[in-house]
């Protein structure tokens, strides 16, 4: 009854922006805007400047970063029990706030492998990306369009993330991250191994997986607006 109010109520727009395929076919699935219509543009890069890569790689530990929500359906508790099965040339830190950000405290206290950071402003959060080796999504719920992605391309960073929603639309398996089975807390420890193991050679694809975040610039994101927005009138 409700999605019928809401069919109702749209109607039939002259444009349907979706921030993904996945939100677009989740839509006419049930059966809205299917007379419509639909065109997939990503949610733009916030109106920052670009970072310059870090020179010199730093010889230390393998450093993974969680930024979101710290909840359940972000895989939270499934990403910690996943650093359970790597050893201690590894860090995972966690930027954020949530129910669970007592959980994540604690473990830091009693872990050195892991850092609480708290909330982080989007500025500070370019500045500890610089020195992250690859972003962790390990969502177990839908996800859309997630930002976090395109602020890690910013900075040349692969990203780790579930393969679950709009995000294979983002993540070049192999080019710019890797996926994983959402849930599955065994092959999410075997892609943050592979990143560990590969270090060097994910430094490499640094300019590759920058020129990623392009293509989700705020001037690109106003330019396909206009150009829909002409088509119509």
Known sequence: WYEVAVRRQIGRPDLVLSP??????FYRERGMFT??????LPNPLPPENRPELPKNRPQMKTKFLFVGQLEPHKGILLLLASLDQLGD????????????AECVSERAQRDVRVTYHGFVSLNNLVKLLE???AVVLPSICYENSPTVIYEAY???VPVIASRIGGIPELVVEGETG???APGDERDLARAM???HEARDAWWGKSEAIRAQAQKYSIKHY??????YLQEIV
Request: aromatic share 4%; no cysteine; hydrophobic share 50%.
């Open 131 to 133: 020195h992250i080796d």
């Open 178 to 180: 890797l996926l994983v």
């Open 20 to 25: 993904s395929k996945f939100l677009a076919d």
């Open 35 to 40: 007379d419509a219509r639909v065109e997939v």
């Open 154 to 156: 910013l900075v040349g």
């Open 222 to 227: 106003v330019d396909q607006l206009e150009k």
């Open 193 to 195: 191994r592979e990143i």
């Open 89 to 100: 040339d590894v860090e995972l830190h966690f930027a954020g706030d949530g129910s669970l």
